[in-house]
């Protein structure tokens, strides 16, 4: 397991050069420019601007300037935002957007595990049907419509909670429920049909009607028994998962008026702020590399049957 780990560490290394690479280059090529107005510049002055983002060097020497930059762990200055550089506007709204992530997954994790359980127990009846029906309402209806109607009958009709804002501007906590119930909402639906369908095929499996035969309760069985095979399909699902609701997040984010990491990648790709788009896809790249690699090792703790060499 150890040299596993050591290998999985070494090979992110090349896997976020490529990333960066390919992310560096397709921006560039890309029509139009971080300085492109509709009013054309005078060109002493954009000649000027260049020079002092080193824009008017050659590709592949902006290239390796800014890959000894990021080794160093500076991701550059932002061309739109002139206050602070890139890593002050990443590490000042990610962790918005990861609390947001947190809450929304235990949200779909909770919920889905608990209506995949119980429509795998009872199936074919009507709580077999409702969990299943709801799920497929989550998958169908896109989160840009989930999130308004939820904003419409919580926060605007019966005024339970606020329509926006986020709990470090004042609002309170009450103003994570709905950004993050509506970011769950798609999870929540794989989750639950992943339970159901995982447990329905442990459920049929030797080694639990054996245990059905020696007269164990139903909740021995189910808790102890069955849900830790039944796992293993949503373990697989959680890393790709969690990185997605956090990328996912943006339509949220706008939404609700979230200060998160999604306003700064919309914004950016609309500014065609290099640095800042670069960044950005950075971050979210390493989430998704990290969590892939903690879902290898917990999948390994969960099945015996599995060893990596």
């Not at 429509?119 to 029906?133: C, E, F, I, K, T």
């Not at 054996?210 to 164990?216: I, P, S, W, Y």
């Amino acid at each position: 397991m150890t040299k596993y780990i050591i290998n999985r560490i070494l090979g992110i290394i090349p896997t976020l050069l490529i990333i960066i690479t390919l992310s560096f280059f397709i921006v560039r090529i890309a029509p139009g420019g971080p300085f492109a107005t509709e009013r054309n510049m005078p060109e002493v002055i954009k000649r000027n601007i260049e020079a002092k983002y080193h824009l008017n060097e050659p590709l592949i020497q902006q290239y390796g300037r800014y890959m000894f930059n990021v080794l160093r762990g500076d991701l550059g200055p932002s061309f739109k935002y002139k206050d602070y550089d890139v890593n002050y506007y990443i590490f000042t709204s990610l962790p918005k957007s990861i609390v947001l992530g947190l809450w929304a997954m235990a949200i779909a994790l909770t919920f889905g595990m608990s209506a995949g359980i119980m429509a795998a127990v009872r199936q074919n009846s009507w709580v077999d049907y409702l969990s299943m029906g709801v799920a497929v309402i989550g998958i169908s209806i896109p989160l840009f419509v989930i999130a308004p109607v939820l904003q419409l009958f919580f926060a605007m009709k019966h005024k339970w909670l606020p329509t926006s804002g986020w709990y470090t501007t004042g609002e309170g906590w009450k103003s994570v429920i709905l950004p993050a119930v509506s970011l769950s909402f798609a999870y929540f639906a794989d989750i639950a049909r992943l339970t159901r369908s995982s447990m329905l095929e442990t459920l049929r499996s030797d080694y639990i009607r054996t245990a059905k035969a020696k007269g164990m309760k139903s909740s021995t069985i189910i808790f102890k028994h069955a849900m830790k095979g039944a796992m293993l399909p949503v373990v697989s699902y959680l890393g790709p998962a969690f990185a997605g609701i956090i990328t996912g997040s943006i339509v949220v984010e706008q939404i609700f008026r979230v200060p998160g990491l999604g306003k700064f990648f919309v914004q950016s790709s609309f500014n065609r702020d290099y640095t800042l788009i670069v960044g950005v896809v950075i971050v979210y790249s390493v989430i998704l590399i990290i969590m892939n690699f903690i879902v290898d090792l917990v999948y390994a703790q969960l099945d015996p049957r599995i060893t990596y060499k």
